[in-house]
């Protein structure tokens, strides 16, 4: 098998990482398709990047601002309009185990 | 085998804006859950956050304050980590670049100063509140704090002892509440503070393994919680065992500290800059236009009334713990120009009146003016010092100015030297025993004499005038 | 003709002299609709009710003379927008029930514009994809080729647009996803310069990367379009607050004297033998308006493919964490405690593209990785974009195809995602330098499938764009076809 970038085992971590879970067989697929992507992302290192400083945004920008003044709200039976569970007020989840 | 703790404290600051960091929602404390809310930091789909100035600005003043280098330019980041508490999954903060860096404060501890390093300030926006359910498998997700303007101002791990980190962790305090950034509670956790500790061998430079510690809401408990956790490594240690690096939680009612082991996963944040935030570049002229802003911060301060009104330091000190309390003081002896008096009545009579009621020196009902007027009716003799905590007290019930209670007790001193003459003949004539003792050197009773006539005046004689009358009358 | 096959000037003209109503058009559309979204499926949810109460109001405003920029103009919007009260999905399970309490700013300047919005156009799911098949809501088909993608991620609003569904369009585009759908349907589209339309309300893919921009049926709706969409919006803090031209007044001006860039990195192996015929014809036709074309060199071009598929789904995941189950959305039943509710969540709310680059984006900002992956990447997007700045001191604009291949098959490249990921081959640097890029159709296959063709400019040069793409579609005299399932 040719150069493995990522192990299950990592895509597992990965996985997790992001709440995401798969089934064994989709894991499989997963790891074969992660493999050839991360393979074909191997190009960058023939490039020199001595120097050059990162590009994070499209467009040079700076500071953006909003000045401290209070400004709408959501009525609460709005912000809570979609929850999938709402109590009292509050969005409702499992309970977090601590 | 002798060790040495190395303390550095992280510390959360709620900024007192009007509003949140990145939205226009309100950052008040204590709003009905969810009230507080809006699409941007509720996390919902296709909201963009947009940075509010005055945090910016709060930061800068926080750096000037504690001598750190304001950076030209810095950027925010994403934290990404799930919790409930977290709607967008991920917690705008800032990494690579701080806006803030290598400051220092001194602190006062055991009579000693000591320099305490601060690594960097930075900006970020708090996470919501999850509360737990006692009797359903569930938990409720209150966002209104979502998106409340914190910096976070982390220290060199420069401290070495518990009572180091709190007069640390005091300094801050009192400079954030000073510079009316942060209203430093921290019950209601708007100040709120994590430490890291481990221990070496004294002499030795190395660091140790080191615990994290959380859930410390109270000066006494980050205290408390260095001291049992010193303990706790100096035991594992010394048991020829490993401190675990970790995190432990502070359990104030144990008195101990619980290691969340298990509980907590290695967490990987994947911090990388926002792209929906641009740079922030704070140039000189923004510094000055913060520096010219800026408020006397209590150290200078403390230096300015020791000079300025010749008080004792430890005077000096009381009287600056807060800034509103230092500016009830100035105006007290601006009107009535009696520094070291005035001193001693706001640290005396108004500081109990208002730690019996646990009120804040913004809330005393005796106006500066009314204190100073009291202070000048004493000078000028109109009323006497007994007269005066009578007056005092009747003011912080009332909040009535000293005249009208001096008019409506009739608490006028007596100084008509005729009556007093008068008075003073009638205790000699009564007394014709205690006057013999005297006579004959018994200096002691001339207290006797003074009582008798205090209490023929009901208290309003001017004390000097009995004396002086006393002395000459008795002296026959 | 029918009125939904009419552009928006065309309609206005009629608009204006009384010759139609916005009822009549908005009733042509609906019409249409009817008789062939079932075979297109080029929208996910309709707004026939709103749409039909506000041509009746769009026809008020026209009586008393209030005749805004698009007053009574039916336009399809991508279901990447947040419309208020509407359902807005992304295209993805995950967000199949929610109902945003607010508009985009590009929807409250359509609204404000006089739009008659006629619904949410079907995408790739969080519009990551080139066919439009990876939307939970089911495949969008070409009306050119029912058996055909229309492109993607913006493949439901090319459809809507080719198959007389709307009047026009908007989409969004992150690496070629209004671009590459508008060459593959046969109409205009553009992707304006970064930080010229605002991204507030459009769902987020990649951030520093989306852009909104329309699709129009030809240059001249595609000025109409931009004049109501642009402009600086203090509520997206890469919002550019950069003077807003009149876009109408670049239109039929010529480009005599011009000089085109034919970067030579974009005439590759693999580029289908037809589509470059055809891209190669429209540097004659530009030539004969007076333009001088010259080869230009962009030497990063083989590493974009590379660098946006690390950069998109680094910002992809951090984006798409938002979704998990608690405020919003789809949440899985099964979950016992909250990290199982978390993972069933979105491990069934998500599709599997979604799920791919989620965990591309994860890796490649892991511990270990940041620097190897990300920083690399951001790194040599610095170059590409130096690249660009490079070319554009030589030339006025630069011209390539705007995809390798026409319209492929349904299910062709589903399970093969790095040959879908070729497909956005020509349209990916734009997004990585910010610059605006247009897809104009320059002709068909002989199988009668649409060809594109891209004009790119630096930033904020979208007058000349449109300068360009006009005095080109004056020139090519282009036959004007109809897709297939007109009249099903």
Known sequence: MENIKISQDEVNHVAHLARLEFGEQEKEKFTSQLNDILRYMDKLSEVDTAGVEPMTHAIAQKNAFRMDVVGGSLPPELALANAPESRGGCFQVPKVIE | MEFEPVIGLEIHAQLLTDTKIFCGCS??????????TCPVCLGMPGVLPVLNRKVVEFMIKMALATNCAVNRE?????????????????????????????????????????????????????????????????????????????????????????????????????????????????????????????????????????????????????????????????????????????????????????????????????????PDLVPIVIDDAWIEEVRKAQPELPLEKRERFMRAYQIPAYDAGVLTTSRALADYYEEVVRLCGEPKIAANWVMGDILRFLNEEKRDIRECPIAPASLAGMIRLIQEGTINGKMAKEVSEAMYKSGKTPQAIIEEKGLVQITDEGALSETIAEIIGKNPAQVEQYRGGKDKVFGFFVGQAMKATQGKANPQMINDLLKKMLAG | MELYELTIHELQDKLRTGETSSAEITASVFGRIDAVEKDVHAYITLMRETALAEATRADEAIRKGEIGALTGIPIALKDICCTKGVRTTCGSRILHNFIPPYDATVVEKLRAAGAVLTGKTNMDEFAMGSSTESS?????????????????????????????????????????????????CGVVG?????????????????????????????????????????????????????EVPDYRQFLGRGIEGWTVGIPKEYFIDGIDPEVEAAVRETIKVVEKAGAKCIEVSLPHTEYCLAVYYIVAPAEACSNLARYDGVKYGFRSEEGRDLMEMYKKSRASGFGAEVKRRIMIGTYALSSGYYDAY?????????????DFDEAFAKCDVILTPTTPTPAFRIGEKTGDPMQMYLSDIFTISTNLAGIPGISVPCGFTAAGLPIGVQFLAGHFQEGRLIQFASAYEKEAHLEKRRPRCHGI
Request: overall charge negative; hydrophobic content about 35%.
């Open chain 2, 27 to 36: 950052a008040k404390f204590g709003a009905a859950p969810n009230t507080h």
């Open chain 2, 74 to 274: 810095c950027n925010f980041a994403r934290k990404n980590y799930f919790y409930p508490d977290l709607p967008k999954g991920y917690q705008i903060s800032q990494y690579a670049l701080p806006p803030a860096e290598h400051g220092w404060v001194d602190v006062e501890f055991d009579g000693r100063q000591k320099r305490i390093g601060i690594t960097r300030i930075h900006m970020e926006e708090d996470a919501g509140k999850l509360m737990h359910d006692e009797h359903n498998p569930a938990s409720y997700v209150d966002l209104n704090r979502t998106g409340v303007p914190l910096i976070e101002i982390v220290s060199e791990p420069d401290i070495r002892s518990a009572e180091e980190a709190a007069a640390y962790l005091r300094r801050l305090h009192e400079i954030l509440v000073y510079l009316e950034i942060c209203d430093g509670n921290m019950e209601e956790g708007s100040f709120r503070c994590d430490a890291n500790i481990s221990l070496r061998p004294r002499g030795t430079e190395p660091f140790g393994t080191r615990a994290e510690l959380k859930n410390m809401n109270s000066f006494r408990n980050v205290q408390r919680a260095l001291e049992y956790e010193i303990k706790r490594q100096q035991y594992v240690l010394e048991g020829g065992g490993q401190v675990v690096q970790e995190t432990r939680l502070w359990d104030d009612t144990a008195g101990v500290t619980h290691s969340m082991r298990g509980k907590e996963e290695a967490h990987d944040y994947r911090y990388f800059p926002d």
């Open chain 3, 136 to 184: 939970f809501f089911g495949a969008t088909r070409n009306p050119w080729d029912l058996t055909r993608i229309p492109g993607g991620s913006s493949g439901g609003s090319s459809a809507a647009l080719a198959a007389g569904e709307c009047i026009a369009s908007l989409g969004s585009d992150t690496g070629g996803s209004i671009r590459q759908p508008a060459a593959l």
């Open chain 3, 190 to 242: 553009l992707k304006p310069t970064y930080g010229r339309v605002s991204r507030f309300g459009l769902i987020a893919f990649a951030s520093s990367l989306d852009q909104i921009g329309p699709f129009t049926k030809d240059v001249e709706d595609c000025a109409i379009l931009m004049n109501v969409i642009a402009g600086y919006d203090p509520r997206e803090s890469t919002s550019v607050p950069e």
């Open chain 3, 374 to 386: 990300y920083k690399k990447a951001s790194q040599v997007r610095a170059l590409i974009k130096r």
